[in-house]
């Protein structure tokens, strides 16, 4: 039987898009938020689909909001502050669970606080579900396949194209990390680690881009697939000539905010200059803008082994479909497992491939 979609934060900017792309690939999704009537002004835009109201100041309406057999869609961010009563509920209700996040603290939480609680109950989660952070996993998951048992290392490197601007909810999600602890898969185990400790460069296109390394789920993912696999690296390329100088402000903040209370000053500061959603990029600007996401496999010796390069749309509308993609296979034939599951865990490789087509992106001959 097929369970219902329900998109938590439908009116929100990822959560509208990933509606909309729900409803133009078929499906009839419940929408969810704390507003009713901008809920009902979207619904009735989408041609009349189901609302409900939930809020998460008040976990037990985002609770009642699934049941048994339910997917639920949470895109309410920043998910290090409101993303608990949403993988709660789902967890709790027996429902598959997909988010959007970035956020290295969160996709952290569900690996290692929520997902045992998940696995106990037989609920899958699948956090990170969007540009951040499967492509990597995919184009990962690519590269090791194809260099063998041999590679014990792979490095990820995410690129924007073309022009673009953020949204208020990536800001927000950015904000609310800041100081925060990040992490790196080496020598075989985890390990924390700040954000943007070290730059590297990728060949992108006939230039060398730098790129600061960052936590991401590919941290946590990858060694599943391949257990040879010592060494996982994940680098931001967003951010062009400031990636050096990004890495010296982070450096700063990693001192700044071993000082007791000084986290805490900085995580209401975020949460004051930046409120969450507000709108980002319209569908003109998007088009403008692209991604392109390298994977590299590693042998012992740092020899290169395989590489995979994907490329397509922008990371809104690609989020948004793979989002709607997941969420359709979910509903209709489950995951593929319990607990906290990567993508390729969660619905197979070669599946993946075809979602991250679907969505808008595909690797490059």
């Keep these: 039987m097929t369970g219902r979609i329900v998109v938590f934060g439908a009116t929100g900017y990822t959560g509208e898009l990933t509606a909309r792309a729900l409803v133009a690939a078929g499906a009839t999704p419940v929408l969810a938020g704390r507003n009713g009537e901008r809920l009902r002004r979207l619904a009735d835009s989408l041609g009349g689909l189901q609302t409900a109201v939930a809020d998460v100041g008040e976990p037990m309406t985002v ?31 027996g429902a598959s669970y997909i988010d959007s996040t970035g956020e290295p603290p969160f996709i952290r939480d569900v690996f290692e606080r929520y997902g045992p609680r998940a696995k106990k109950a037989g609920v899958g989660l699948v956090t990170a579900f969007g540009y951040d952070w499967v492509p990597g996993n995919v184009a990962g998951a690519l590269a090791l396949r194809e260099a063998g048992a041999s590679a014990v290392r792979v490095d990820l490197g995410y690129f924007n194209t073309g022009t673009g601007s953020m949204s208020g909810g990536t800001r927000a999600s950015l904000a609310g990390v800041m100081g925060e602890p990040g992490f790196v898969f080496r020598d075989g185990e985890l390990h924390t680690e700040r954000g943007a400790a070290r730059v590297r460069s990728f060949r992108v296109g006939s230039t060398l881009s730098p790129a600061a390394s960052v936590g991401s789920s590919e941290h946590f993912t ?26 010296v402000v982070s450096a700063g903040s990693s001192v700044l905010t071993s000082i007791p209370g000084v986290r805490a000053g900085l995580g209401a500061l975020a949460a004051k200059v930046v409120k969450g959603s507000t709108g980002g990029p319209d569908a003109a600007s998007r088009a403008r803008g692209g991604a392109l996401i390298i994977a590299a496999a590693y042998d012992g010796a740092g020899i290169e082994l395989a590489q995979v390069t994907m490329s ?24 593929d497992g319990t607990g906290a599951l990567g993508p390729v865990e969660a619905f197979g490789l070669d599946e993946i491939v075809e979602g991250c087509r679907v969505a808008g992106l595909e690797r490059q001959a």
């Design 63 to 93: 609770r009642d909001l699934v049941e048994a057999g339910d997917v639920l869609v949470s895109t309410v961010g920043p998910f290090a502050r409101w993303g608990e009563p949403a993988v709660s509920a789902a967890i709790d209700a």
């Design 222 to 247: 990858l060694p599943r697939l391949a257990p040879n696999l010592r060494e996982v690296n994940t680098y931001l390329g967003w951010f062009g000539p400031l990636t050096r100088p990004l890495q």
């Design 312 to 335: 397509g749309v922008n990371g809104y509308d690609f989020t948004a479909g793979i989002l709607a993609w997941g969420a359709q296979q979910a509903a209709t034939r489950g995951l």
